[in-house]
């Protein structure tokens, strides 16, 4: 890798990675410290997986702050292709020079109408030919939710950081984005795709860092209640539910208590706000349940 791709200098070694992580309140374990340092360092692209809510799309965010570059996201979904997530021309502009050239009674070939005059940039584009500073980080969000063969789509950006247009050839990045793809699991990706980059499973935090990412995101909130919620939500899931809650949840239902001045898991206080958590009706069933039994079920 050339020096004009070697991003190692934005970081010192896991460590700083972690430290300065910490500095814009999100916390990593040291597994997903050196995975970010690594992807960094040997220019790869990077695939996290976990189940939802455990901070995947927020380690990416967090890492553009840090980093001070822009963060540009690409939200997958079915069907998402080539005019979404990479380029597009701009038809309405086309249609206009064609009208403005016959009004001069001049004519248009194609080689006049697809020029980088006409180009749209989607995200994937837009970061390639980023000219900023410090690499844009490329959030390819959810890849999972996305067809099969958009997957094949991205083969020569990840391999090479390079788009190829038909009319108008190669587009390599002078510096390659920092890319990070984010997956839930809910189909399995094509083997080339994972060929192409790094990889890290973020699971659930531990009861302790858990609870340090409450006291920061819900500054206000009581710190029994923090360690109450923290306790509670690593037991129910363990029950047999349809989506455990992740630490999105978590924030979400320790913000919903600490408007509401709880300071304890009472069940008369706390049922009502279990639909931060449990987003099924049978979840909420087993989660109240869970709830009823108090913490000696534990």
């Known amino acids: ?48 997986e ?23 996201r690409l939200q997958c979904y079915e069907g998402l292709g080539v005019p979404e997530a990479l380029y597009e021309w701009n038809h309405q502009r086309q249609l206009l020079a064609i009208r403005l050239a016959e009004a001069r009674s001049e004519k248009l070939g ?4 697809f020029t980088a005059d006409f180009l749209l940039e989607r995200p994937i584009l837009r970061a390639v030919r980023d000219a900023g500073p410090v690499p844009p980080v490329l959030l390819i969000d959810e890849i999972d939710r996305a067809d ?4 094949a789509l991205l083969f020569e950006f990840l391999g090479e950081a390079a788009i190829t247009i038909p009319e108008l050839g ?54 029994a209640l923090i360690n109450a919620a923290t306790a509670f939500v690593g037991r129910v899931r363990g029950l047999d539910l349809d989506k455990s809650p992740g630490m999105a949840e978590t924030i979400d239902w320790v913000g919903a208590l600490s408007a509401l ?5 009472v069940p008369d206080q706390v049922v009502r ?16 349940a869970a709830l009823a039994a108090g913490p000696q079920e534990r």
């Open 110 to 113: 194609e080689a006049d109408l």
């Open 50 to 72: 976990g189940e939802p809510g455990v901070g995947k799309t927020a380690a990416a965010k967090a890492l553009a702050r840090v980093l001070g570059t822009a963060l540009i």
């Open 261 to 265: 001045g709880v300071t304890d898991l």
């Open 148 to 151: 099969d063969e958009f997957e």
């Open 170 to 223: 190669t587009f390599t990045a002078a510096r390659p984005p920092i890319v990070v793809l984010t997956s839930n699991r809910s189909r399995e990706l094509h083997d080339a795709l994972r060929r192409r980059c790094l990889y890290h499973w973020i699971d659930y935090p531990s009861a302790v860092r858990a609870a340090e990412i409450l006291r920061r995101t819900v500054p206000g909130a009581d710190a």
């Open 273 to 288: 706000t279990l639909g931060a958590i449990a987003k099924t009706p049978d979840d909420r069933d087993l989660i109240t």
């Open 1 to 48: 890798m050339s020096a004009d791709h070697d991003l190692t200098g934005l970081f010192s070694g896991p460590d700083e990675v972690r430290q300065r992580l910490d500095r814009v309140d999100y916390l990593v374990d040291d597994g997903l410290a050196m995975a970010l340092f690594l992807a960094l360092r040997l220019g790869r692209p990077l695939l996290l």
